[in-house]
């Protein structure tokens, strides 16, 4: 149980267009999602925190503009990378936490999107 | 703020040895701490968790030791196998809150 999906997971774009990445939990409902960001040989970067029904909480220094977040359902998630530049390139990684799970603050990863802005 | 980090970025064992990695957070308030595997291109595994009110937690041949005084946390791997390579991330956080804080990462290596 407790699987939580991405698509795409690869993707390449052109500089200036935008990107947009899924993130699903399969057997779940999730009302809370996060969003991290991974570069090469680096830890995970948290960017928000995705809640269903209502505005993302963006940590310091993320550009909310830049990076959109919406949280439409209870099993999906999605973030927009919009206007995208080659240092946007990275490793996307979404999760979510199971409302089931009460006594656990375990997160459930999805594989990843790896995003290259050409 | 919550930061964790991790002593040794890199660590390579022989097949059948045991295996030691180890973390450090800073946010006293932490009460839950996980332990997740992230093998290349894929997300993060969960291994181990270990809330605050215990110092020991043991799973299928690892081990999590929680010393809450000096903030330090650690993993341990029985047997280490080459399939236990990949990266190992310590994260922080609370029960009563949703966010993980993730430490430096260990790069794990298992030579046959």
């Known amino acids: 149980g407790a699987v939580v999906s991405q698509h795409p997971s690869w993707v390449i774009c052109k500089?200036?267009?935008?990107?947009?990445?899924?993130?699903?939990?399969?057997?779940?409902?999730?009302?809370?999602?996060?969003?991290?960001?991974q570069f090469p040989k680096q830890s995970l970067m948290l960017m928000a925190t995705s809640n269903e029904g209502s505005k993302a909480t963006y940590e310091q220094g993320v550009e909310k503009d830049k990076f959109l977040i919406n949280h439409?359902?209870?099993?999906?998630?999605?973030?927009?990378?919009?206007?995208?530049?080659?240092?946007?390139?990275?490793?996307?990684?979404?999760?979510?936490?199971?409302?089931?799970?009460?006594?656990?603050?375990?997160?459930?990863?999805?594989?990843?999107?790896?995003?290259t802005v050409l | 703020g919550e930061s964790v980090g991790l002593h040794l970025p890199t660590l390579s064992v022989q097949e059948g040895d045991n295996s030691i990695i180890n973390c450090a957070y800073s946010n006293s308030a932490s009460d839950y701490f996980i332990w997740y595997k992230q093998e290349s291109g894929k997300g993060p595994q969960f291994i181990i968790d270990i809330r605050s009110n215990m110092d020991k937690r043991q799973g299928q041949r690892v081990t999590v030791l929680l010393n809450k005084t000096v903030k330090h946390l650690s993993l341990q791997i029985a047997a280490t196998q080459p399939g236990d390579s990949a990266v190992y991330f310590c994260s922080a956080g609370g029960t009563s809150y949703g966010k993980l804080t993730f430490g430096q990462g260990t790069i794990l290596t298992v030579h046959p």
Not at chain 1, 17 to 31: G, N, P, Y
Request: glycine content about 6%; hydrophobic content about 30%.
């Open chain 1, 15 to 37: 500089s200036g267009t935008s990107v947009k990445i899924e993130c699903r939990s399969l057997d779940f409902q999730a009302t809370t999602m996060f969003w991290y960001r």
């Open chain 1, 72 to 115: 439409a359902s209870l099993t999906l998630s999605t973030l927009t990378v919009t206007s995208a530049h080659p240092e946007d390139s990275s490793f996307y990684i979404c999760s979510a936490r199971d409302p089931g799970m009460t006594s656990r603050n375990e997160q459930f990863f999805g594989p990843g999107t790896r995003l």
